[in-house]
């Protein structure tokens, strides 16, 4: 009985954490989990639906659901949230454990850093850091530059009426991550379409992170081709320097990590980020003009964004109490950035989008441990992007009122965003 009980419980992890395959986490199955575990997904426009301020109000750590002994805890307050993404003691990224999927740690699958503990998180994240300091990626402005005014002419030539999210911002991330890890521009756009066969799947919330396979093997591919001639980008930094401490799967493993952790994130945030800016037109134009205001303007849509909703779940390793609940060695907790993003105890009104507030530190980017390695790098390509945007297109307009944004992701965005160039 013990046995059919685990193995029930081990049946119902699976569903509940979506499905993890030997390759990685199969989220396509998230429309079928049950709303009770899903709720905290919804928006209502670009707004966290309100039940989630209503929960954060009354238990900031809260009993999402609970199944056969497995509980599934949602945290939604800023100081509550910290504390957990702070605590690698006490929690766990591994998700292997709890699924009973076989695979190496090391593999370097997707996620591999984010559901990788300490030392092979450690061991992998070292060899990414060098690659995202401020000097490395000073050395990708320029081109950054340049592909932004490219994309602004493709933007320009489509009008008057154009999508922005297939104009702009999507080739926009896409290739400052090829320029990012140093790929040849002959092999870019076949890595584009198997880039864009994986983005149709995860985009629409239907997304199988799981199916990497095809990029994956173009990785490996190109990793291989550079261990006897190494690039300038990541990919060729990591085998001059690091070279005999990884084999080409597991760099392959990383370069995608890469890939999928900065695409659809930056992507959604230009697209979004746009629409709430054009929600308010002089003050679009306005970001063109006023340089000294961009990076607050940044910090705050991120806030208001929080276009990554929840942060990688982490397991609990132990029994404990976590601000007054019982937490038993097993449970999940999840903690909603787009929820502790918008706490309001620590004063001010965080539902708005105020591009007059100070900033002050956020969590979009998640905290502690496995806190994005891309940040800045994200920050880089939205405190350029958006000012170009409004310097060329001052008079840019949402071409409808209503935004078709996804109904149920872990990546909140947008599949396409008509826009009248003006
Ligand atoms: C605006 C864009 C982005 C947002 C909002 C974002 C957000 C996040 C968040 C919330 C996490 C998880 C933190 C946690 O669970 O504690 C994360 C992890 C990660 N991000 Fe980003 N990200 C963005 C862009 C990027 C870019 C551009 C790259 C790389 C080019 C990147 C690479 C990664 C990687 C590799 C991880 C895993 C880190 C680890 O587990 O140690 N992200 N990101």
Redesign the pocket.
């Known amino acids: 009985m013990p046995g059919f009980i685990a193995h029930v419980k081990s049946r119902v992890r699976r569903i509940l954490l979506g499905q993890a395959t030997s390759r990685g986490i199969d989220l396509s199955q998230l429309s079928k989990v049950p709303d009770s575990l899903t709720w905290p997904l919804r928006r209502d426009g670009v707004d966290p639906v309100a039940r989630l301020a209503e929960v954060r109000a009354h238990e900031p750590v809260n009993l999402l659901t609970s199944f056969l002994g497995l509980n599934i805890w949602l945290v939604t307050g800023e100081a509550e949230t910290k504390s957990v ?1 702070a605590d690698n003691s006490s929690y766990s ?1 591994d998700i292997r454990p709890f699924v009973g999927s076989r695979g190496s740690a090391t593999d370097g699958d997707i ?1 591999g ?2 559901f ?1 503990d300490p030392p092979d ?1 450690t061991r992998l ?1 070292k060899l ?1 850091t060098p690659e ?1 300091t401020m000097r490395r990626l000073e050395r990708l402005r320029p081109r950054i530059a340049e592909i932004i005014e490219q994309q602004l002419d493709v933007v320009e030539a489509a009008g008057p009426v154009v999508d922005l999210v297939s104009t702009f911002a999507f080739p926009v ?1 896409f290739q400052v ?1 090829c320029e ?1 890890l140093g790929l040849p521009m002959e092999d870019r756009e076949r890595f584009r379409e198997l880039g864009s066969a994986r983005f149709d799947v995860t985009y629409g919330g239907t997304g199988t992170l799981g199916a990497v396979s095809a990029s994956r093997m173009f990785l490996m591919e190109a990793t291989r081709k550079q261990r006897t001639d190494p690039g300038d980008g990541l990919i060729g930094q990591i085998i001059r320097e690091h070279g005999d401490e990884i084999d080409d799967f597991d760099l392959a493993g990383l370069a995608d ?3 999928t ?2 695409l659809e ?2 992507a ?2 230009l697209a979004l980020g746009t629409a709430v800016l054009l929600r308010d037109p002089a003050g679009f134009a306005q970001v063109g003009r006023d340089e000294g205001r961009v990076d607050a303007v940044v910090e705050e849509l ?1 806030r208001y964004l ?3 909703q929840i ?2 779940p982490r397991f609990a390793r132990e029994g404990m109490t976590l601000f007054g609940k019982k937490v038993s060695a097993g449970d999940v907790v999840v ?1 909603s ?1 787009s929820g502790a993003n918008r706490d309001t105890r620590s004063g001010g009104v965080m539902d708005q989008f105020d591009p007059s507030r100070t900033p002050r530190p956020n ?13 800045e ?3 880089m ?2 405190r350029m992007a958006y000012p170009a945007l409004a310097r060329r297109f001052p008079g840019m307009r949402l071409a409808s009122d209503e935004l078709s944004t996804r109904q149920l992701s872990i990546v909140f965005g947008v599949d396409e965003l008509p826009v009248r160039v003006g």
């Open positions: 993404l990224n996620g850093l984010g990788t998180h994240r990414l995202f991330p991550i990012l990590g890469v890939f952790g900065g994130t930056t959604s945030m991120l929080s276009v990554v942060a990688f903690c950035l969590l979009a980017f998640g905290h502690g441990f496995h806190r994005c390695v891309g940040a790098l994200a920050r390509e939205l």
